[in-house]
């Protein structure tokens, strides 16, 4: 019995030594298994981003983490970025290999079409890739496919201008702001405030303004009192802050600047007009003067100083009286130009004398402009041809004269071929700038055709030029004429010596030889036949 008990006791010893080795290899198994966490990639939403606000029309820079989430590496891994819609990026990238919670990162340009509408897009962004399972088995071709928003701002395009820019130094005023937007903004606020920390100016009352929904193209106006503390140019911001239509939260800043003056008298000249200047004529100019400062100028006068080519016509000297604030007036002069005055633009000063409240002297000095034009006015003159006939070549000479004004650029004279004659030498001759009351001479080679009869012949020319202070390129057509000679006229014209005279000379030669062989042929035969006679006659006689 007690060996019976014994090999029991062994037999409970082995048995549960057998469960302890099955409970381990179970164990060992199912943590081998829970290790093989399949491969995979994803798309990670934290990291991923554009780098601003994308309005329609606008790109941007789109960067893309993808991570592999599994504990078994990702080979082949690619990421492809599809256009969709109004969203253009259209990339493919192979990243390679990433390890277990390894990450890749790639940058690529997003851009959004210009009729792209306001709200939000997706775009789809596909992770192929090769990797393994739970047991480890490798598993290819695996895609995930993962939705990414982007979203598109409005862009409100706010404009704005101030209804005035002048304010004085010390004196409170109302600064009103016009304003628009061209494709709409909900829930606008404006805020004003200073650009700079100089303070320039205090902001009277509160800073912002509830404007509330703007239509595409509405326009607002803002008001705000200020005051200037520093004479010059004082600098503003005006913060913007709105929804676009489809609710996104937005902002934008605007910069403004007002003109701060003293608070005295300062002269403007706002206008001036004449009549057409040109040299020899007499011009009316008429100066607008405005008082822009707040305290009233007395005993004002203006006087235009006019130097050369101007000479006043009466006085250059006007007596105003009192110009008050924000007052303005015209003064009339009338001048002369000199008919050698240069054209171009002429700055002419003018002082403008008053007296403040307290009786003491001021002296402005100001300057208008005056345009002195005039026009170029060319002429082509025939100086001089040779003799021409049917037939005949020759040389005129032609003279270009500017009797105008105003210099003339880029001249070119052109001789233009026609029925009557052809041009032997070069057709065109480029004269270049050519000053008023000046000449220019150009040769030109011609050949009468055979047909042409005896008379008056035309030539056809054509002349190109600039302006001055013009880039407009004029085209004058100009007619001569010149005598085409019979060719009796043309002989007995035509000086002795000359290649034409010779050549009919030598023919006169020729013919009269041909005339005098044939007259003495004709005077031996008539001698022969006398003799003849007179032979006969007598012998027969003697016979």
Not at 116 to 121: D, E, K, Q, R, T
Not at 302 to 327: C, M, N, Q, W
Request: charged share 20%; proline share 3%.
């Amino acid at each position: 019995m007690y060996k019976g008990m014994i090999l029991l006791a062994m037999l409970v010893v082995v048995t549960g030594m057998v469960s302890a080795a099955v409970t381990s290899a179970a164990s060992t198994a199912a943590s081998a298994q829970q290790s093989l966490t399949p491969t995979n990639v994803v798309l990670d939403y934290d990291l991923t981003h554009v780098d601003a606000n994308l309005k329609p029309g606008d790109s941007g820079v789109l960067q893309v983490v993808i991570k592999n989430v599994g504990q078994q590496s990702a080979e082949n891994v690619q990421i492809y970025i599809p256009n969709v819609g109004d969203i253009s990026v259209g990339k493919r990238w192979g990243v390679g290999r990433i390890d277990p919670l390894g990450t890749k990162t790639v940058s690529t340009t997003v851009s959004i079409s210009k009729n792209a509408y306001i709200g939000l897009h997706t775009l789809q962004v596909r992770i192929s890739y090769d990797g393994f399972d739970y047991e480890g088995d490798r598993k290819n071709d695996q895609l995930s496919v993962w939705e990414f928003p982007i979203r598109v701002y409005g862009n409100a395009n706010f404009q704005i201008s101030v209804d005035k820019s002048v304010f004085y130094e010390g004196v409170s005023k109302k600064l009103v702001i016009a304003g628009s937007t061209q494709d709409g903004a909900r829930d606008v606020y404006a805020t004003l405030s200073q650009a700079s920390t100089s303070a320039c100016a205090s902001i009277i009352g509160p800073s912002k303004t509830y404007i509330g929904n703007l239509g595409n193209k509405e326009g607002f106006d803002l008001e705000y009192y200020i005051q200037p503390n520093n004479v010059g140019v004082c600098p503003f911001t005006l913060l913007l802050e709105y929804s676009d239509v489809s609710g996104n939260p937005l902002k934008e800043t605007l910069p403004l600047g007002i003109d701060v003056q003293r608070y005295d008298v300062d002269f403007k000249v706002t206008d001036v007009s004449y009549e057409s200047a040109s040299p020899g004529s007499a011009s009316n100019i008429t100066v607008s003067l405005s008082n822009v400062g707040s305290a009233a100028a007395n005993d004002v006068s203006v006087t235009l100083d006019l130097e050369t080519p101007f000479t006043a016509i009466g006085s250059s000297e006007r007596y105003l009286g009192k110009i008050g604030s924000h007052e303005e007036k015209d003064i009339n002069f009338q001048a002369l130009i000199d008919s050698t005055a240069d054209i171009k633009a002429y700055s002419i000063p003018l002082s403008i004398d008053y007296f403040d409240s307290a009786g003491m002297k001021h002296t402005i000095a100001k300057s208008i402009g005056i345009q002195v034009d005039g026009k170029p006015e060319i002429k082509i003159l025939l100086e001089n041809a040779d003799l021409f006939t049917a037939g005949s070549k020759g040389k005129i000479t032609l003279n270009v004269v500017n009797k105008g004004f105003a210099e003339v650029k880029f001249l070119n004279l052109k001789i233009l071929p026609t029925e009557s004659y052809d041009i032997t030498s070069a057709g065109e001759a480029y004269i270049g700038n050519l000053d008023s009351d000046a000449t220019d001479t150009q040769e030109f080679d011609i050949q009468v055709k055979e047909n042409v009869p005896a008379g008056k012949m035309p030539l056809r020319l054509e002349v190109t030029y600039k302006e001055q202070n013009s880039n407009v390129d004029h085209v004058d057509s100009v007619n001569l004429e010149i005598n085409v000679l019979s060719m009796q006229e043309y002989a007995q014209k035509q000086p002795t010596g000359s290649p034409v005279s010779i050549l009919i000379s030598i023919v006169g030669v020729i013919v009269g030889a041909v005339v005098g062989i044939i007259f003495i042929w004709f005077l031996y035969k008539l001698i022969r036949a006398i003799i003849g006679f007179l032979d006969n006659k007598l012998f027969k006689r003697k016979g």
